[in-house]
């Protein structure tokens, strides 16, 4: 099946710091990607559509310049948290579907980013 | 989408059927119902989804009544590794990847021995 890998699985950073997050479709093309962010003992909100080749698309109070999104070819998408702080401290995980595909979306396994 | 609602919580015996409702009653006529769980700190897991016949596959069932309006997700025999979150989220399938998932508050399934 469909397999999403997110990398790293977690990371610790200084406030301050900028952290990338890797989001690769393994086995199957991606044009559309999504990030999400999670905090603890909430549910998945949305933060961002990755779009191959273009611009993202951010969710209402998301800011786009704070969390940089690239998104340079079919299979991978990278989310990278500029000048973190410890408010950005959470669980981001990305998903994406297969083009054409009419099941399900497939997630990765999450990255828990700590910032101290 | 059709906003979903879901009990909070719920608790299983092991090995008996865990049913998961849910109640969507906006859903329009080319919405979908999807079915994604979460274990805790884990990425979520896609179940199944449907759009008005009743569904099977090796993970569960899902029984969408006639007015499409709420929809109860099964699972045979609940073990242990079954307790996570459940999410039910009714969106549009036109077969695109750029439609977004939105998810609600879940249920939280425990599964007791």
């Known amino acids: 099946g469909a397999v999403v890998s997110q990398h790293p699985s977690w990371v610790i950073c200084k406030s301050g710091t900028s952290v990338k997050i890797e989001c690769r479709s393994l086995d199957f093309q991606a044009t559309t990607m999504f990030w999400y962010r999670q905090f603890p003992k909430q549910s998945l909100m949305l933060m961002a559509t990755?779009?191959?080749?273009?611009?993202?698309?951010?969710e209402q109070g998301v800011e786009k310049d704070k969390f940089l999104i690239n998104h340079a070819s079919l299979t991978l998408s990278t989310l990278t948290v500029t000048s973190a702080h410890p408010e950005d401290s959470s669980f981001y995980i990305c998903?994406?579907?297969?083009?054409?595909?009419?099941?399900?979306?497939?997630f990765g396994s999450g990255t828990r980013l700590t910032v101290v | 989408d059709a906003k979903t609602t879901q009990p909070p919580s719920m608790d299983c015996a092991e090995g008996r059927a865990a049913n998961l409702p849910c109640n969507h009653s906006t859903i329009s006529g080319n919405e979908y119902v999807y079915w994604y769980r979460q274990i805790h700190s884990q990425g979520p897991q896609y179940i199944i989804h449907?759009?008005?016949n009743n569904e099977t596959n090796e993970m569960a069932s899902l029984i969408i009544t006639e007015d499409r309006k709420s929809s109860t997700l099964i699972l045979p025999h609940a073990t242990l590794r079954d307790t996570a979150v459940y999410y039910c989220i009714v969106r549009f399938n036109s077969g695109g990847s750029n439609y977004k998932l939105t998810f609600g508050k879940g249920t939280l399934l425990t599964v007791n021995p």
């Open positions: 990755s779009n191959e080749g273009s611009k993202a698309t951010y």
């Open positions: 998903s994406a579907r297969e083009t054409g595909g009419g099941g399900g979306y497939t």
């Open positions: 449907g759009l008005k």
